[in-house]
């Protein structure tokens, strides 16, 4: 039983564009919901994160957008640079317990 | 501040012999929590940890797996008897008592273990 979502295996961006990573969830009950970002060979990095009672996050070049009714949550890099070429993973949790990771998507930022 | 350490980063095992992998938290941090994940998969819960005390363990299997988090030293993860299916990379992960994100957790390198 997946919970967390990411439908998108891998993306492909050009750099100084918009990277725009989806994840959908089922579980009504979360509600904190994270993104982590993971380079090979290294364990994951927090990123940012988003309250389910608020539809936006804003850090620098990272926003994240928040669909309650639609079960759907998106990471937003604007611009996107080489450097954030990594696997990044959507996570949720109940009541600040464990986290349920999505599957990743593996981001390349191409010159 | 040294971040969480994983000891070791690779680990190859025999089926049958027993998996031992170590996992010392970020100074000041009291909770702890192992990850695995297996090839082309996102990281899933095993077990959550305060010090001597196992306050979640939903995610382990119902054999061959334990875990520890004593009142001195790192928190060990056991695999008794492993099998091919155990290889995976194994996260620990750190987070303090009154974490200002809910969630935010820090970790580890991870170990890679390999089952033959």
């Known amino acids: 039983d997946q919970q967390v979502k990411q439908n998108s295996p891998s993306l492909s961006v050009q750099e100084g564009r918009i990277s725009i990573l989806n994840c959908d969830y089922t579980?009504?009950?979360?509600?904190?919901f994270l993104w982590y970002k993971k380079y090979p060979a290294e364990g994951p990095t927090f990123l940012i994160s988003?309250?389910?009672?608020?539809d936006k996050n804003e850090d620098g070049r990272f926003t994240v957008f928040l669909n309650k009714s639609a079960k759907h949550l998106s990471l937003h890099i604007v611009p996107s640079q080489p450097g954030d070429s990594a696997v990044y993973f959507c996570?949720?949790?109940?009541?600040?317990?464990?986290?349920?990771f999505g599957t990743g998507t593996r981001l390349q930022v191409f010159p | 501040n040294a971040g969480v350490m994983q000891n070791p980063r690779h680990l190859v095992r025999r089926r049958g012999q027993e998996a031992r992998l170590r996992c010392s938290p970020m100074?000041?941090?009291?909770?702890v929590y192992w990850y695995r994940q297996l090839p082309e998969e996102g990281l899933k819960f095993m077990v959550y940890?305060?010090?001597?005390?196992?306050?979640?363990e939903s995610g382990m299997p119902k054999e061959r797996f334990s875990a520890e988090f004593p009142k001195e030293g790192p928190s060990i993860l056991r695999i008794q008897q492993v099998v091919r299916g155990d290889s995976a990379a194994y996260f620990c992960?750190?987070?303090?008592?009154?974490?200002?994100?809910?969630?935010?957790?820090?970790f580890g390198p991870g170990t890679r273990l390999t089952v033959t």
């Open positions: 992960a750190s987070s303090p008592s009154g974490r200002r994100i809910p969630g935010e957790q820090y």
């Open positions: 579980n009504s009950m979360f509600d904190y």
């Open positions: 988003i309250s389910s009672i608020k």
């Open positions: 996570a949720a949790i109940i009541q600040d317990d464990k986290l349920i």
């Open positions: 100074k000041g941090h009291s909770h």
């Open positions: 940890l305060q010090k001597e005390n196992i306050i979640d």
